[in-house]
């Protein structure tokens, strides 16, 4: 690997003609060069294939020759593909490497935001040294000129042309390399961003290209080259207009401790580090020109090809130049720029494009810096720009008049409604909702909260971490009902770790002094009084019929309206992630005399009530099921009122006809989903204890009958939502069978009397190739087919843990029957087929042994469910009388046969990721 490769890694060395000359004769003289020892001669086909390489890439005939050797040697590991089509494979492959060296490399250095990756000296001093050389280059803005031209999809476009792409294996690994050649070439500017300050011509290249070659992918989400340029830019003005201290440049972090971010407040790196490294940096002052310039760029008229990631830039821009208003030469002259780029930006509904475009992308679940830079962007808004806040509150407030005098006088909404303050309210939300890299984010916004006044170490908040207090507590102020619900959004969001969900519990337990609609006294009052109107005369369990339209009386006719609905929902909500986060606010709940979270949440449950509002009961009661106490007492009710015993006259609970009338007609199952995310965890945690069989046998009948046998008849307008049914479903059947497995071990240990129990009737459909059994190996082969069309899709993830689970629950039917035999001969497995069994040789499911061996070359996308597949063949090798028609059934084809083999050989040398640092890793080949 030289410079000049990572200086221009989509170049490529020109054709020679010279060597097109050598080469043409290649089959009569022979060839040698330096990369071949010998002189050998090329069949004419060979020579053919080397032209078409080079002429597809305009790359120089010997690279071109050099690609297809390796792929002849490379055919072994791949068999469905031709040496031709693996050379095209190894050229982007090359190429990805590169950009992950040079990603790596911009990671090695130290400076203003993270630690570099080594922590030897002279390894970060030659990485310094070495990227200061390729910067002086003009490193950064050919990166910029590669994205430009290295698009996605003309090389796609080139491949398909010059058939150049193979089967879908073959497309998905070389679309996957060209998108990651992008994507780690964008990060390496984004890191060296981070670190070191950018030139004029570096922060003008990085804006040209925003403003004319950012792209947005078909799912509506930012592409990933452009958010990391976005990134770069944030980084970039940030350290644009900071007058570095030259004394410790490059022997800092800024990121070191929990609460210390890199905020526009800190002028100087926070602490140093052990080693004594220092970066070049091009100045140490602010340069007025290229305030100028990008004051120029952003505040003329251009329209970008996406217009709000201008306004992105506008308003970050803005709150940059007011952060450094006084340390800038003439700073009060920016004071109009500042507000004319805030209200540009605004009107370009800047913050609706955040929350839909950029923060959904998939790097805010990896990129750390990304998070935090963003994070800074939100925080330093609502700490430069209170006066932008402020308008957009008063605004929101005009709206919600607006709406409430057009909803009374039933006149349709006005199209230019001012909803900013909403979607700013909603992108908080969104953002913090989910802390992946558990960064704790979120509560810096509570630090200087009056809730937390007692137990606030003796360290005093900074003055942002104040105004990001009285931001939450007065954005909570007079809140009219247009507000209400966004507000509530924006608290469940910011509550997403421990210690500020119990922030946000205390919050709202202190505003009861002020009577207001967000204290917790004034929201369980809701719940109780809606309780007692809408539920019907009698409870579920002595007259369930009532609920659901049998009876005409006007009880049952009422309903809740929609906007105290969407209100309701919102404040469960915020419940929910509350009492998920935090054991202390959860029994505070739940031992609250006056709030009786069981009898209203369990109640509501009983009347005719929007199924979303239900759904939204289930998760929040959900939640609480953490304490294992708390679960015990929500089972015993469940028992008590029959939630899923059959109704009377019928065979069905009140919840299947509640989905069967309501869900299955819409097509989609939020109810159906929240109701199985409760009863996970609690059957799961009652599973442990003496459970109450009658019970259980009830809630098996349902997931069973209502639930997983309908599948095949049911449509869903999501296929992500059936594999997340199917997988809940599956989570709970394999906690009833290895729990029943392990109580018939020490049943038959003590030779007690053994009953039937809903484990036993699982274990005995599966042994006995029942309904249960012959859906399960129809959703594998429903679940192969999916994967093996080799396209990425949203729910893959569900699905290969749902195929997963079905694997596993056949292995330890198969398993722990065979050990259950070994010590009790009179055993009813005694003449039952295994699940495995049944699988190699049952006539029927011919294609499904066959299909999970394919699943074992699955191994670089989904390495557990390779690896699961494989322990199920090798449970079949371990099998004597299973010998024969496994031979009959492994592939006949010589490909095929390569294929398994292969797959074997990877899954074998797969090494599982750590499970203390990847505790909930997807199954997906992606680190």
């Not at 007065?474 to 809140?479: C, I």
């Not at 066959?850 to 099998?879: C, G, H, R, V």
């Not at 083999?901 to 203390?916: A, K, Y």
Request: hydrophobic content about 40%; aromatic content about 10%; proline content about 3%.
């Amino acid at each position: 690997m030289s410079a000049n490769e990572l200086l221009n890694i989509s170049a490529t060395f020109p054709q020679n003609p010279a060597q097109r000359n050598i080469l043409l004769r290649a089959d009569i003289d022979g060839i040698q060069f330096d990369s071949l020892n010998e002189r050998r001669k090329l069949p004419r086909l060979f020579i053919d294939e080397c032209f078409a390489i080079s002429d597809l890439f305009q790359l120089n005939e010997y690279d071109s020759l050099l690609l297809l050797i390796e792929g002849e040697s490379l055919q072994s590991n791949y068999p469905d593909c031709t040496r031709g089509l693996l050379a095209v494979q190894l050229y982007y492959q090359s190429k990805e490497r590169l950009s992950a060296c040079l990603a790596y490399l911009m990671a090695c250095l130290n400076g203003r935001t993270f630690q570099s990756l080594i922590k030897i000296s002279k390894s970060i001093e030659f990485s310094t040294n070495f990227i200061n050389e390729l910067i002086e280059q003009r490193l950064i803005e050919n990166i910029i000129e590669q994205l430009i031209s290295f698009q996605i999809r003309n090389e796609e476009q080139k491949l398909y042309s010059k058939a150049g792409l193979g089967n879908v294996k073959h497309r998905r690994r070389v679309q996957d390399s060209i998108k990651h050649i992008r994507s780690f070439q964008a990060k390496s500017i984004f890191l060296y961003s981070c670190q070191i300050r950018l030139t004029q011509s570096h922060l003008l290249s990085i804006i040209n290209y925003l403003a004319k070659y950012s792209t947005i992918q078909d799912d509506g989400i930012i592409d990933e080259s452009t958010l990391y340029l976005l990134g770069a830019f944030l980084y970039g003005i940030t350290l644009a207009l900071t007058i570095l201290n030259d004394t410790n440049i490059g022997s800092s972090s800024i990121l070191t401790s929990k609460h210390q971010q890199f905020s526009l407040q800190e002028d100087q790196p926070l602490s140093p580090l052990e080693d004594n490294t220092t970066i070049t940096t091009t100045t140490s002052s602010i340069d007025p020109d290229l305030i100028t310039a990008i004051r120029d760029i952003l505040s003329n008229d251009e329209r970008w090809i996406i217009p709000e990631l201008k306004a992105v830039c506008q308003l970050a821009w803005a709150i940059i130049l007011r952060a450094r208003s006084h340390t800038l030469p003439d700073g009060h002259v920016y004071s109009e720029d500042i507000e004319a780029l805030a209200d540009t930006a605004v009107e370009a509904h800047v913050f609706a494009f955040l929350s839909e475009t950029v923060i959904k992308s998939s790097l805010f679940q990896q990129e750390e810096f990304l998070i935090r830079r963003f994070h800074m962007f939100f925080v330093d808004f609502i700490y430069y720009l209170p006066f932008k806040l402020k308008e957009l509150r008063v605004q929101a407030e005009d709206t919600a008049r607006m709406i409430e005098d057009c909803e009374r006088a039933r006149k349709p909404l006005p199209d230019n409604l001012q909803r900013d303050y909403e979607y700013f309210l909603e992108l908080l939300s969104t953002f913090y909702a989910n802390d992946h890299m558990s960064l704790h984010l979120s509560e810096e916004f509570w630090i200087a909260a009056d809730a937390l006044a007692g137990h606030r170490l003796m360290q005093s908040p900074t003055q942002q971490q104040v105004a990001l207090a009285n931001f939450v507590e007065s954005a909570g102020g007079t809140l009219s009902a247009y507000l209400y619900c966004h507000y509530i959004h924006m608290l469940a969001g910011i509550s997403s770790t421990q210690s500020s969900a119990h922030a946000c519990f205390e919050l709202l337990r202190f505003a009861k002094d002020t009577g207001g609609p967000t204290c917790w006294n004034r929201i369980f009052q809701a719940f109780l009084l809606y309780r007692n109107t809408y539920r019907p005369d009698t409870l579920l369990n002595q007259q369930p019929q009532t609920s659901f339209g049998a009876s005409t009386s006007p009880s049952a006719i009422k309903t809740i309206a929609p906007k105290e609905v969407t209100a309701l929902i919102a404040v469960l909500n915020l419940i929910e992630v509350i009492a998920s986060q935090d054991e202390v606010s959860r029994i505070g709940f739940f031992e609250h005399p006056q709030w009786q979270i069981t009898g209203a949440f369990f109640g509501l449950l009983s009347c005719r009530i929007s199924l979303d509002l239900k759904a939204a009961l289930f998760n929040t009661l959900s939640a609480f099921t953490k304490t294992s106490e708390i679960a015990m007492h929500f089972w015993k009710i469940i028992g008590e009122i029959d939630l899923f015993a059959p109704m009377e006259n019928s065979d069905m609970p009140a919840i299947a006809y509640e989905i069967e009338e309501f869900e299955v007609p819409s097509q989609k199952y939020t109810f159906l989903k929240s109701c199985l995310k409760f009863l996970q965890p609690i059957i799961s945690q009652q599973l442990k204890t003496n459970i109450d069989m009658r019970t259980l046998g009830y809630c098996v009948v349902f997931l069973v009958n209502h639930v997983l046998l309908k599948i095949p008849t049911r449509t869903f307008k999501s296929i992500q939502e059936k594999w997340q049914i199917i997988e809940l479903v599956l989570i709970i059947l394999n906690d009833i069978v290895t729990n029943y497995f392990s109580n018939q071990i020490i049943e038959n240990d003590h030779n007690e009397t053994k009953f039937v129990s809903p484990g036993e009737l699982l274990v005995n459909d599966l042994l006995r190739g029942g309904i249960l059994n012959n859906l399960l190996t129809t959703l594998i082969t429903d679940g192969c087919e999916k994967l093996f069309e080799y396209v990425s899709f949203i729910g893959e993830q569900e699905l290969s843990r749902s195929l997963i689970l079905i694997m596993e629950l056949l292995e330890s039917v198969t398993i722990s029957s065979q050990q259950i035999l070994q010590t009790d001969k009179s055993s009813s497995f005694t003449f039952c087929q295994t699940p495995i069994e049944r699988i190699v040789t049952d006539t029927n499911t011919k294609d499904l042994f066959p299909n999970i061996m394919k699943l074992i070359d699955m191994i670089d996308y989904f390495p557990k469910l390779a690896n699961q597949a494989l322990s199920i063949f090798a449970k079949t090798l371990s099998e004597d009388k299973l010998q024969k028609p496994f031979l009959r059934l492994l592939p006949k084809d010589h490909k095929e046969k390569a294929l398994l083999r292969n797959g074997i050989v990877r899954c074998l040398e797969f090494t599982e990721p750590d499970s203390d640092n990847n505790n909930d890793i997807d199954d997906t080949g992606k680190n």
